[in-house]
């Protein structure tokens, strides 16, 4: 019989109740500090294992291009700079011909 989805294994669970009385046992809180303080490298491994290896973010923005544009237009202009105006005179002849 297996397992529900997302519950511990029974051993991973026995073990981590057995690390958190070890742990209050030891000190708690205050031992950690006392490690902080004599072994730096020690506690910095033990805060490695902490911190995720990756971070994943989906980050969506909305902007508006020509606002963004038009604002950056003032901002040089308010500093007596120009914005170079590269925009052809004359459309661009397409490359495609017709049969």
Known sequence: MSRKVGTQNAITKN???VLE???NRSGGVDYLCRVAENDPKTFCALLS???PNTVQLDVKVAMDLGLAMRESQQN???LNQKIIDVTPA????SLITKE
């Open 90 to 93: 004359k459309p661009a002849k």
């Open 76 to 78: 040089l202009e308010r």
């Open 21 to 23: 009385l070890a742990f």
């Open 15 to 17: 073990m981590k109740d």
């Open 49 to 51: 294992r902490l911190v």
